[in-house]
């Protein structure tokens, strides 16, 4: 470095001479001695026109400086990106969830994820623990456990709840809390974690639906009230009140954006009506669904500093196994900013029998195997749960007891020949039980429609009234569940509308379209 800075102010003028800027033109010096000193102005103009146009020049520059800071400022937001999620790959626990297993499952296309909800209570504050009914012992098992596909050309998600009362049949393997050598036996499905942790839970899972895993996920309470405070809220829809004395839910019909304390007790409730884990399931499905809908509509996903502060809420206390890491959270990241509500599908596993006695273990929910098995060859195939279906009508709204269940009697309370009939059609069309058989009103002259109803069957009313918009309830005890409508003369039309909770005794698959708010 010395040698170099003490030759450069010691050159000569000898020695600098042969470097002059040279002319722009190497040949134009020699024909000036000559006797046309200038040559003809026919050629010279056109020759710098066409050679070296000054405007011309600096359109080019100006538009390469233009695309190149674009390129910059890509490369560096990128760079930004994978730095940051480097940065917290390497701080997340990790699990060998997959240690010296063998006879697994064949790989499918795609990538499946096993998403389980621990129950991690202990790391809650004791204020929170108060206001959000987190009492008791940690149960060191699993509360949530789904299967995550995502379809090999990242365009969709396919999620599959799995009950955690499942009747379940576990390899042999050691007790990790008590080092006990265990047999193959029969246990709850949320169990195996318990006595194996995240590796049985793999085992257990890929023996009962022979899907290979290829990663294994687990969130705790903390990291998911993290998440949703991060990200704002989640907003969620209920057509009816929602109330667990249990979690402490307390909702009121309507959409309400729950923090992650409340999307906590959202999720966690199996009191507010009697479907139980199959209801909280679906409830979990519907939250997942909004937080999707909230994440991809929200920028998040293409901001890196918005990116870093959710994955940081989502990893700062999550398990996963050593493959999990920065490529896969990038390549998930990349997949969801193409995602939209109708892009992520849900269901449960179909159930044969809901109140499977086991000796020893109690009730347990046995699986439907021909039903199951179709379902997670779907996923081994990379192929769509649901088929493919209409967007939802515009005027479509929930209800909070399905059609089905409903029983209406028709009366045309107008002169008007036919109305009767043609409001039987629309109802029966939406999945009203009418009797098919309209009759004419006493008093023929009814301007608006009114719906007469037992007091008892009040959310049956209520349903019936959100298809026909505008009209009247009116009470009448003792009629019991058949409820009467008379037609007006303002009747154009029934509105469409479907049960809040799909659930009815089956195992539907439903996208994300089809639960979030609208």
């Given at each position: 470095m010395a040698l170099r800075c003490s030759r450069i102010p010691t050159f000569t003028p000898a020695e600098v001479s042969p470097l002059p800027t040279p002319p722009r033109?190497?040949?134009?010096?020699?024909?000036?001695p000559q006797s046309r000193p200038q040559p003809p102005r026919s050629r010279r103009p056109p020759e710098r026109s066409t050679v070296r146009p000054p405007v011309r020049r600096k359109k080019p520059r100006w538009a390469m400086r233009v695309?190149?800071?674009?390129?910059?400022?890509?490369?560096?937001?990128a760079g930004i990106g994978h730095a940051v999620v480097t940065s917290l790959g390497e701080g997340i626990a990790r699990v060998d969830p997959f240690k010296d297993m063998k006879n697994r499952p064949a790989g499918g296309h795609g990538m499946n994820v096993l998403l389980v909800g621990t129950d991690g209570r202990d790391k809650i504050t004791e204020e929170e623990r108060r206001k959000y009914r987190l009492g008791g012992a940690p149960c060191h098992c699993t509360d949530t456990m789904m299967i995550v596909h995502i379809a090999a050309d990242r365009k969709r998600a396919s999620v599959v709840s799995l009950p955690r009362d499942s009747y379940a049949e576990v390899p042999a393997h050691t007790d990790q809390t008590t080092g006990a050598e265990h047999g193959p036996h029969q246990l709850k499905l949320n169990a195996a974690y318990a006595e194996g942790g995240p590796q049985l839970t793999v085992r257990t899972v890929e023996n009962m639906t022979h899907v290979k895993i290829d990663h294994y996920l687990e969130v705790d309470f903390t990291s998911f009230m993290r998440t949703v405070d991060v990200l704002g809220g989640v907003s969620i829809c209920t057509a009816g009140p929602l109330k667990d004395s249990y979690t402490g839910l307390d909702l009121t019909a309507g959409t309400h954006t729950l923090s992650g304390g409340q999307a906590l007790q959202y999720v966690r409730s199996r009191h507010v009506d009697g479907a139980s884990d199959i209801g909280r399931m679906q409830r979990q499905q519907r939250f997942l669904a909004a937080l999707i809908e909230r994440a991809t509509s929200s920028g998040v996903l293409l901001n890196p500093m918005k990116f870093r502060d959710v994955t940081r809420a989502v990893l700062g206390s999550v398990r996963a196994d050593q493959?999990?890491?920065?490529?896969?959270?990038?390549?998930?990241?990349?997949?969801?900013?193409?995602?939209?509500?109708?892009?992520s599908e849900f269901t449960t596993v179909p159930i044969g029998q809901m109140a499977y006695a086991v000796k020893g273990i109690g009730s347990t929910l046995k699986w439907d195997d021909n039903k199951a098995g179709a379902l997670f060859q779907s996923l081994r195939d990379d192929k769509p749960l649901a088929?493919?279906?209409?967007?939802?009508?515009?005027?479509?709204?929930?209800?909070?007891?399905?059609?089905?269940?409903?029983?209406?009697?028709?009366?045309?309370?107008?002169?008007?020949d036919g109305l009767g009939?043609?409001?039987?059609?629309?109802?029966?069309?939406?999945?009203?039980?009418?009797?098919g058989h309209p009759v004419n009103a006493q008093d023929r002259g009814a301007r608006h429609s009114v719906i007469v109803y037992d007091p008892r069957w009040d959310r049956s009313a209520k349903s019936l009234?959100?298809?026909?918009?505008?009209?009247?309830?009116?009470?009448?005890?003792?009629?019991?569940?058949?409820l009467k409508v008379i037609a007006g003369a303002d009747f154009k039309e029934v509105t469409r509308v479907r049960v809040q909770d799909p659930y009815q005794g089956e195992t539907r698959v439903v996208t994300g379209d089809q639960v979030v708010c609208t």
């Open positions: 033109s190497p040949a134009r010096p020699q024909p000036r695309v190149t800071t674009i390129s910059v400022v890509v490369l560096a937001s493959g999990f890491g920065t490529d896969e959270l990038l390549d998930l990241g990349r997949a969801m900013r193409n995602f939209s509500p109708s892009s088929p493919p279906h209409k967007v939802a009508h515009a005027k479509t709204v929930r209800v909070e007891v399905d059609p089905k269940q409903i029983q209406v009697q028709v009366e045309n309370g107008t002169p008007t009939k043609r409001m039987d059609s629309a109802l029966a069309a939406t999945g009203f039980r009418t009797t009234a959100a298809a026909l918009p505008g009209s009247e309830l009116r009470e009448v005890k003792g009629r019991g569940p058949l």
